[in-house]
C-alpha cells in the first residue's frame, strides 16, 4: 500500500515536471521564431501549410567531408528555387543591370569567361579574376585571399561593391521586399514574408550549394562507372599530375584549400594577396590553391587572369615560375624553382585537365536561368 | 486519498499559472525578482561635448579638425558586485552599437539584472571572435553584418570596433581632407593583430543599488580626443586612414582608455 502510494506519487510528479517541461519548450517556440531552422508546421492556423520539400545535400562518394554546417541552413525545394531567383536578378544591382550570374555564367562553370579581370556595373573592372564556382559546400574560406570565411556572408561582398553592383544592401533587402514575386517565396522557403539579412543569405547559399559538379569523364573513371574511359595520353597526364600537381591541387575537390604562392612574378595591380588578410609577412603573394574542375571553360586563369590557355599555364609552371622568399617550396625542388615537364608530358598533363569539364554541370537546367 | 486530491490540487493550480505565464514575457522559471541598470554613454572631446559636423577640436598634436562620424561596439558585459562575484550580463543581449548620430543608442539597458550592491564594470570594445564567426542568424540587430552602418568588413569578415572619421585642413586633399579610423581584427585563424579590448572601469566610491523599482542610470564618459592621445600619439598627417593594418593595434591601444566612469544619474 505504501509503495503503491510512493509509486504512484512519483508518477504524479514526473508527469508535472514533464508537462512543465512540455509547457517550457511550447513557450519558447511561441517567442519570436528562429528565422533558418523551420519550425514545426504546428496546426494550420488558417493560412497556408509551411510544408517545405527537403533537398539532400549531394555528397559524391569520390569527396572528402563537407565543411558547410548543414544543420544550419537545411535545403529545401523552396530555399534552391528562391536563392536561384535571387542569384539571376539584377535588381540586385544599383542600375538593375548586373546579377550575380552575370559574371558566374554557368557554361564556364560559373566562371566569366573571356575576362581576366572581373567586369562589373558600367563596365567598371575589378582587381581579380572571377573564380569558377563549385562544390562550394567543401570550400572553408572564400575569395582568392580568403578573405570571406562563411559562404552565407559572401553575397554582401559583389552587392556593395562599387564595381561589381553596387548597391547597399539594406536596399537589396528593400527591394526584394517589395516585389510582387518575392514575399511568397520567401513564406514558402522559410514560414515568413519578411525578408531579413539571414533569409536573404541563407537562400543564396542553399542555390550555391547544390552547385555540385562530380560527373566529369574523370569521376566516372574514378568511380568506375559508364562513362568513365580515359584515353593513354589522359591516363598519363593523371599519372603526372598527381606526381607533380596534387601536392596543392589535392583530392578530388583538386584543391587543398591552402595560400600558397605558386611563383607568379607579380602583376601591374600588384596584389599581394592572403598578406592582405592576415598582414602576416609569410603570407605575401599567396593565393588560394583553386580547385581545377572546369578548367577547360574557365578562362582566363589565375588571380589576375593573366594567363588565357591552359599551355601558357603549365608554361608558366615549365619555366615561368619566380623564386621569392614565399614561393611554395613544392615549387622548388632541387633548388630549382619550376617542374620539369616535356613537351610531350605537357600535352599529357592537358589532356587530363580536359577530362575535368563536367557537362552534366554545365548544361544541368537546374542551375539555369529559367 | 487526500494526499491524491491535494496533488490534483497543485497540477490544477500549476497548469494555470503556467498557461498564464506562457502569454507574458517572462519566462516560468527565471531568478526572482531582477532589476535593470541603465549606461549612458557621453560621447565627448576632451571637456567639450561631441558634436558631428560642428565643433572644432584640438589633438595633442596640436591639428584641428572636426568629427564626421563616432561609432562604438561595446559587447560582453559584466557588471561586479560588492562581494566581489559578478553578473555575466547573457550572451544573446550583451552585443551594443552606441553611434553618436543616433542618441537612443547611447543608452543602453541592461534587463533582468539581480537585485544587488555593485561597484564596477567590465565589456569588451568589439565583438568576440565566436560571436564574429557564429551563424549569421545569430548577429541581427547591430550585429547584422548587412544592414549595421557599415559596421563591417564584407571583404574581410569580422566587425570594424570602432570608426572615427573627420575632417581635417592636414588630412590630404586627395582624401578631400577627410581621414577614417576604422579598427577592427578579432585574430581569426592566422591573423596578425587582434583589436579586441577589455574596459574595467570602478564605480569608484559609489555603491550602485539595483533593486526591482529601482533602475540606477550609470553615465559614462567616452573622450573621442584619447584616440589620439595615448601611449602613441596619433597625428592625423601621419595616419590619415588606419584601417586594418598592423598599425592598427595602437590606435586600439589609445582607445582602451578612451572611457570612464562619471557618476550614477539620480532617476
Not at chain 1, 533537398?55 to 529545401?76: C, E, G, H, M
Not at chain 1, 596543392?248 to 584549400?257: E, G, K, N
Not at chain 2, 564626421?68 to 560582453?76: A, C, E, Q, V
Amino acid at each position: 500500500m505504501n509503495t503503491l502510494r510512493t509509486i504512484s506519487t512519483k508518477r504524479i510528479w514526473l508527469t508535472v515536471s514533464v508537462f512543465l517541461f512540455g509547457l517550457a519548450v511550447a513557450c519558447q517556440s511561441s517567442k519570436e521564431p528562429d528565422p533558418v531552422v523551420p519550425p514545426d508546421p504546428g496546426p494550420p492556423g488558417g493560412g497556408i501549410e509551411y510544408k517545405p520539400t527537403p533537398v539532400t545535400l549531394r555528397k559524391p562518394a569520390n569527396f572528402p567531408d563537407v565543411i558547410y554546417n548543414i544543420s544550419q541552413n537545411p535545403l529545401t525545394v523552396e530555399g534552391v528555387a528562391l536563392g536561384k531567383s535571387l542569384f539571376y536578378d539584377a535588381q540586385l544591382s544599383r542600375d538593375s543591370t548586373v546579377s550575380c550570374g552575370f559574371c558566374h555564367q554557368q557554361f564556364a562553370g560559373f566562371g566569366h569567361s573571356d575576362h581576366a579581370l572581373s567586369h562589373g556595373i558600367g563596365g567598371k573592372f575589378g582587381s581579380r579574376n572571377v573564380p569558377g564556382l563549385q562544390n562550394l559546400a567543401w570550400e572553408r574560406e572564400f575569395f582568392w585571399d580568403g578573405g570571406v570565411t562563411s559562404l552565407d556572408e559572401l553575397p554582401l561582398t559583389p552587392i556593395q561593391n562599387p564595381v561589381e553592383m553596387d548597391l547597399k544592401f539594406s536596399e537589396a533587402l528593400s527591394r526584394v521586399q517589395k516585389s510582387p514575386k518575392y514575399p511568397a517565396m520567401f513564406k514558402s522557403a522559410f514560414d515568413s514574408d519578411t525578408v531579413t539579412t539571414a533569409r536573404f543569405l541563407k537562400a543564396i547559399s542553399q542555390f550555391l550549394l547544390t552547385l555540385v559538379s562530380a560527373d566529369s569523364r574523370y569521376d566516372k573513371y574514378v568511380r568506375k562507372e559508364a562513362g568513365g574511359d580515359l584515353t593513354t595520353d589522359e591516363l598519363a597526364g593523371l599519372a603526372l599530375f598527381q606526381q607533380k600537381c596534387s601536392t596543392c591541387h589535392a583530392t578530388d575537390l583538386f584543391t587543398d584549400r591552402s595560400y600558397r604562392n605558386n611563383g607568379l612574378p607579380v602583376g601591374a595591380i600588384n596584389d599581394q594577396g592572403r598578406y592582405v588578410i592576415t598582414l602576416n609577412e609569410a603570407d605575401r603573394l599567396k593565393f588560394k590553391v583553386p580547385s581545377l574542375r572546369n578548367v577547360e571553360r574557365t578562362f582566363p586563369y589565375m588571380h589576375d587572369g593573366r594567363f588565357t590557355t591552359l599551355e601558357q599555364v603549365v608554361d608558366h609552371y615549365r619555366s615561368g615560375v619566380k623564386d621569392s622568399p614565399t614561393l611554395d617550396p613544392a615549387l622548388k625542388v632541387n633548388g630549382q624553382p619550376g617542374i620539369a615537364l616535356t613537351d610531350i608530358e605537357k600535352r599529357q598533363v592537358i589532356a587530363f585537365l580536359k577530362t575535368l569539364t563536367d557537362n552534366t554541370f554545365i548544361n544541368n537546367r537546374d542551375f539555369s536561368a529559367n | 486519498m487526500k494526499n491524491t486530491s491535494t496533488l490534483g490540487l497543485f497540477l490544477a493550480v500549476i497548469i494555470t499559472l503556467s498557461v498564464v505565464s506562457c502569454n507574458t514575457s517572462d519566462p516560468v522559471f527565471d531568478a526572482p525578482v531582477p532589476g535593470k541598470m541603465q549606461l549612458l554613454f557621453d560621447n565627448v572631446a576632451g571637456s567639450a561635448d561631441l558634436k558631428l559636423n560642428a565643433s572644432t577640436y584640438q589633438n595633442a598634436a596640436g591639428e584641428s579638425f572636426t568629427v564626421t562620424k563616432f561609432n562604438y561596439f561595446i559587447s560582453n558585459l559584466r557588471l561586479r558586485k560588492e562581494d566581489g562575484s559578478e553578473y555575466v550580463v547573457p550572451q544573446n543581449s550583451s552585443y551594443f552599437l552606441i553611434e553618436e548620430e543616433k542618441p537612443a543608442s547611447q543608452t543602453i539597458t541592461l534587463n533582468n539584472v539581480p537585485a544587488g550592491k555593485y561597484t564596477g564594470l567590465t565589456f569588451l570594445i568589439g565583438v568576440d571572435s565566436l560571436r564574429s564567426m557564429a551563424d549569421v542568424s545569430q548577429r541581427t540587430g547591430a550585429l547584422d553584418p548587412g544592414t549595421n552602418n557599415g559596421m563591417y568588413w564584407d571583404w574581410n569578415s569580422g566587425y570594424i570596433f570602432m570608426k572615427l572619421e573627420g575632417i581635417s585642413a592636414v588630412a590630404p586633399a586627395a582624401q578631400n581632407n577627410t581621414f577614417f579610423y576604422h579598427i577592427g581584427g578579432f585574430g581569426r585563424s592566422t591573423v596578425k593583430i587582434n583589436n579586441l579590448r577589455t574596459v574595467t572601469l570602478s564605480f569608484r566610491n559609489d555603491v550602485v543599488n539595483v533593486q526591482m523599482d529601482a533602475t540606477p542610470a550609470l553615465r559614462i564618459t567616452t573622450d573621442a580626443l584619447k584616440i589620439f592621445n595615448g601611449p602613441t600619439q596619433l597625428s592625423i598627417a601621419q595616419h590619415p586612414s588606419v584601417m586594418f593594418d598592423t598599425f592598427s593595434t595602437n590606435v586600439a591601444n589609445n582607445y582602451v582608455q578612451m572611457f570612464s566612469y562619471d557618476r550614477v544619474q539620480a532617476n
